[in-house]
């Protein structure tokens, strides 16, 4: 059976959240990274359930991707929306499966009316910023901190 992407169901969500929890074991300093995961999929099921995708396998979910239209962009007053999260199971990492979910977040908010995509990723995200550089994205913004 091929790869699909479809939209969330509910036996689905608990097997998101293991995936995300899976990825996090490599992310020790996101220690409340699930709590806002969780909030993200509640508040996606509530507001926006459309963009939440899932990457099924065979039946199973393998992957996720919440998209999310944010209206006016703040800086360039463009329609954009933003890629809040992607996971994907460990053992399909490298079988194309997190940029198959990335081009259909895209199309889901091209359908949307958006004309940008926007998302965040951690400064410890490693290869994962090596995705979204080749697949177009560009630094726009510095978001920086400081231990006070």
């Given amino acids: 059976m091929p790869l699909v992407v479809r939209r969330v169901r509910v036996q689905d969500l608990s097997l998101i959240e293991a995936l ?8 020790p300093a996101r220690k409340r ?4 995961f969780r909030s993200l999929l509640e508040r996606s099921l509530t507001e926006e ?29 463009e329609e954009h929306g933003r890629l809040e999260a992607l996971t994907v199971a460990p ?27 926007v998302t965040t990723l951690q400064s410890d995200a490693g290869a994962e910023g090596d995705l979204f550089k080749t697949s177009g994205f560009k630094v726009a913004s510095w978001e920086l901190e400081r231990a006070l």
């Fill in 20 to 27: 995300e929890q899976d990825t996090l074991r490599s992310f």
């Fill in 33 to 36: 990274w699930m709590e806002t």
């Fill in 49 to 77: 359930p459309e963009g939440l995708l899932v990457a099924d396998y065979d039946g199973r979910a393998i992957g996720a991707a919440i998209a999310r239209v944010r209206g006016a962009h703040p800086v360039t007053g």
């Fill in 91 to 117: 053992a399909w990492r490298s079988h194309g499966v997190k940029e198959r979910l990335l081009k259909e977040a895209e199309a889901y908010l091209k359908s949307r009316g958006c004309r940008l995509m």
